[in-house]
């Protein structure tokens, strides 16, 4: 029996970081949004231990198989379809579908609250992210009003949106440098909660946009090249908005149709729609 889990990718506009020494409640609040790619994770029977990833490294793989203390043989495939380390919560995507597609393989006996507290666990430990895994459990737009793992936090989906995505990536930021600095923490946490706080009271997709742009902004985090893109996206009426991707050196911008990016000719540009259906499962 071959497993597939397909994880869609997250990227947050604004979050505010709340740690905790209890790794289950060490998380982020903010907001984001899921798209139609991510990291598709195939597990099947083998003699031994093998892994095959078309980009990254095992890090991730390895923290999950040491979480959930697995040596057994099989093998691991990870398609992850979109760029590491820019944002698109690639390494939670990938510790999410695989502690899902091992807990059935190996008929673990976890809940899926459970899989993704063991992803949250994996993401904490390695300093790649704090909201992600909990907002990939979502739909659509994810609004992350309780910090922590599945189970702790808590989110709200807006699912129902037909929303085409521009992505443009001019390299990765280092998730943990960021989240981990003291400096960066206390502007971000700051930015971060009053503007959960106002979209709580207004959640909408405008509101989320001028929201994110707001934090880009009051962060600093934005390389020139990034803040030129956003502006200029912004200048344009058939662009509902765009914003930096936290945390990645990555623009990204909303519209209703896709021609309105394909007609632009920027080079680079990725297209996605925002992902309203969330983790697939299927079973071989
Ligand atoms: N499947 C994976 N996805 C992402 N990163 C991975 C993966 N496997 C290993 N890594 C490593 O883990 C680190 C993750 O970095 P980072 O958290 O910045 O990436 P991300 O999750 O793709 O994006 P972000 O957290 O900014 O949304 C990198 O050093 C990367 O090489
Ligand atoms: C820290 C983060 C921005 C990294 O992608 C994300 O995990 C979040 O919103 O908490």
Redesign the pocket.
């Known amino acids: 029996m071959d497993i597939s889990v397909f994880v869609p990718g997250h990227i ?1 506009g604004f979050f505010n970081i709340e740690n905790n020494v209890n790794p289950l409640k060490n998380g982020s609040c903010g907001a984001g949004f899921l798209v139609n790619r991510g ?1 598709l994770t195939d597990i099947s029977s083998c003699d031994t231990l093998e892994i095959e ?1 078309n980009q ?6 390895n923290e999950v198989l040491k979480i959930l203390k697995i040596e057994k043989p099989v093998k691991i495939t ?1 398609d ?1 379809q979109l760029p ?9 995507a ?1 510790a999410l579908g695989l502690a899902i597609a091992l807990n059935e393989f190996f008929s673990l006996g976890y809940t899926l609250e459970e899989c993704g507290q063991i992803a949250h666990r994996a993401e904490i430990n ?1 300093g ?2 704090l909201g ?1 895994v909990i907002a990939q459990m979502g739909k659509g737009i994810v609004l992350r009003t309780k910090a922590g793992a599945p189970g702790i936090g808590e989110i709200k989906s807006f699912p129902d949106e037909e929303i085409i995505i521009a992505t443009k990536t001019f390299g ?5 440098s960021v989240i981990q600095n003291p400096e960066y923490k206390k502007i971000i946490s700051d930015a971060g909660l009053e503007l959960k706080n106002r979209f709580v009271e207004n959640p909408s997709i405008g509101n989320f946009l001028d929201f994110s742009f707001e934090f880009s902004k009051k962060t600093n985090l934005m390389s020139d090249e990034v803040s030129e893109l956003i502006d200029y996206f912004n200048s344009l009426d058939d662009i509902l908005g765009s914003s930096m991707a936290m ?2 050196n990555t623009v990204f911008a909303f519209a209703y149709n896709e021609d309105v990016f394909k007609n632009l000719n920027i080079e680079g540009l990725d297209i996605y729609e925002l992902d309203n259906i969330g983790i697939k499962y299927d079973k071989h």
């Not at 590491?84 to 939670?92: K, L």
């Open positions: 947050t990291v990833v990254g490294d095992y890090t991730v793989i990870q992850i590491i380390g820019a944002g698109f919560g690639t390494s939670a990938s390695l790649s992210g992600d990765e930021i280092d998730t943990a945390l990645g």
